[in-house]
């Protein structure tokens, strides 16, 4: 095999066919506008890495690549990973969509980083599962409200359904107002207990009660239950 050098420029106007493997030390230009084009029919069989971080694109705003299969999406060291889209941004994965717990998901308010609403898990020793279905569904949880702190924050709270509502505490339930509790639309009813059920209660001075023994409203005062009609 022979081979030739040229220590000079080469200028080739027309087509050039090379057969075998090709080597080119130095800067490689492609093309002089774009209208010119580059055509891969082979497989690339290393990694492609700009010269300058954070300075070069991939694609345009009116000339996107179609589709883009990969396995991992890493953003620079310390920098933010943006995704921009001109409608919606779906996600439709085969399995879950996994998120670091501490982290927070952001939901942005009308002024950028400010009126924010953030979801965040902290801490989680057990699977715990929140469903959100469209408008016309409920929110369903699927797990008990415990281990900790949980602050609801609402103008009105509605409960709806055929059944009934229990809200059951291993302690106390403590109801706090400004002005005062109020019961309205609806009955009040104490809880029943015989006088045998009475007497085993760990009783205090304002507990109340209904006795189905002497049918009465009892209440418990300076230490014992009386009467209360």
């Known amino acids: 095999m022979s081979t030739t050098k040229y220590k000079q420029d080469l200028d080739v106007t027309g087509n050039i066919t090379l057969s075998g493997n090709v080597t080119a030390d130095g800067n490689v230009i492609l093309g002089d506008a774009d209208t010119d084009s ?8 290393s990694s492609i890495i700009p010269d300058v971080d954070i300075t070069y ?20 060291v310390g920098d933010d990973l943006d995704l921009h889209s001109g409608a919606d941004i779906a996600l439709y994965p085969t399995g879950n969509i996994w998120i670091k717990q501490d982290t927070k998901l952001i939901f942005e308010g ?18 715990r599962d929140i469903i959100l ?4 569904g409920t929110l369903a949880l699927n797990e008990k409200l415990q281990d900790g702190t949980f602050d609801l924050d609402v ?4 409960v ?10 291993g302690a106390n339930i403590e109801l706090n107002a400004t ?5 309205t639309d609806t009955p009040f009813r104490l809880a029943s207990f015989t006088t045998v059920e009475r007497d085993a209660l760990s009783a205090e001075n304002g507990d109340m009660i209904y006795n189905t ?10 230490g014992a239950w009386a009467n209360l009609i």
């Open 213 to 222: 023994t002497d049918n009465k409203f009892q209440g418990y005062e300076n």
């Open 155 to 158: 103008n009105s709270f509605t």
């Open 179 to 183: 002005t005062r509790v109020l019961v």
């Open 160 to 169: 709806s359904g055929s059944s009934t509502t229990s809200i059951t505490a």
């Open 133 to 136: 279905p469209d408008a016309s």
């Open 38 to 45: 580059i055509t891969l029919n082979a497989d690339i069989t």
């Open 110 to 127: 009308t002024v950028p980083d400010d009126f924010e609403i953030k979801l965040q898990a902290l801490a989680a020793t057990a699977d």
């Open 57 to 76: 694109d991939l694609g345009s705003t009116t000339k996107t690549w179609r589709e883009v299969f990969t396995s991992k999406v890493n953003s620079a």
